[in-house]
């Protein structure tokens, strides 16, 4: 005669085919009677009542997309994942001991934190690889030390946490989008928000890195980061930066350990607590400044005679492309600004865009001393001068 539990589990199971998912309402447990044993799911699962205290192994196997719902948190010693379609977790899920991912992504929804693939204490991953890790959440609890099986739909991008003390709850996702408008969070995370001690602010990806506890958090990057796209994107120059949720902007995380190149490596922070951060991810620091200050104390005063002979037309400002981003402001001898240019390229005539004197474009500028301000914001720069217009 078969043992009670093992027939009614058979009964249960029999019950879960004909409503397309097996509904745990009570009574069910996963034991330990040998290498074969354990519990194998090719269908949804609905979790609403206690399911914990399991011995043996839980696996999420078949062509199909499985869904895992219900009103109570399902806890797994051992949990294998190997769903070619997916697996869709709506509520949390615990591991207690390994999680092997063999095929088929782990998904979690990107717009609640609560939701995760959460690793208790003696928790850990297994196997994963570019096609199976989690996309979404994953959670750790009570750990000083973790590495986060997180990516996105195409690639692994886990993040490595070192944290000084245990963290009660850690929780970690990553996103192939631009920060400043991403597709599957809520809010952004505006790459040009920034303190000035940062130069740029990657606009490919980012993570979120939830803990209380200050930590250290190693991140890496490959060829589909393009960092050195980003100018001065040398290794030595990447840095990991945060969204602080008290100023709404991009500040300095900071290095404490760096590898690679620009094609590829890693880099860890300095420690910070991540909880006070919506996001991070990586920057730069600004483009150096002292050879270009160096060599250029003043840009020089300027003499302009636009009478299209072909000489001295236009104000041509040398070195200007060092900063792209840029400004200029010229002002009379009054003060009064008779024009303004962002991202000058040498386009001032002696014809006014601003103010008053816009009403007198068709003439020029009147014939005189004229004072210059050119800001190269890439460089933190500012310089003024003379320009002298002659008509």
Sequence with gaps: MKPLHLIAFLLFAHFAVAQSALHHAGNMRVHFGGSNSGLGLHTNFTNNAPFEQNEGLVGFYGNSSIQVRGNTIPTFRDV?????????????????????FIEGNVNTPTDDETVYLNFMEHGFSASENDDSKVTGFAAVNNRDFFRFPVGDHHQLRTLTMESEGSTPLAVCAYFFEDPSTPLSVPGAFDVEEKVRDIGTVTNREFWIFQSDVPAKATISWNTRSALGLIPNATLEAIIVVGWSKSSNQWVIIGNSAISGDVTEGFVTSETFVPSDYAAITFGTIPLPTDTFAVNNPTLGNYFLSPNGDGVNDFLVIDNMDESPNNSLRIFNRLGQKVFEKINYTNEFGGDSNTGSFVMSQDVGLPEGIYYYLVTLDDLNLQYTGFLFLDR
């Design 80 to 100: 294998e994942f190997m769903a070619t379609s997916e697996i869709f977790l709506h509520i949390p899920v615990q591991v207690q001991n390994n999680a092997n």
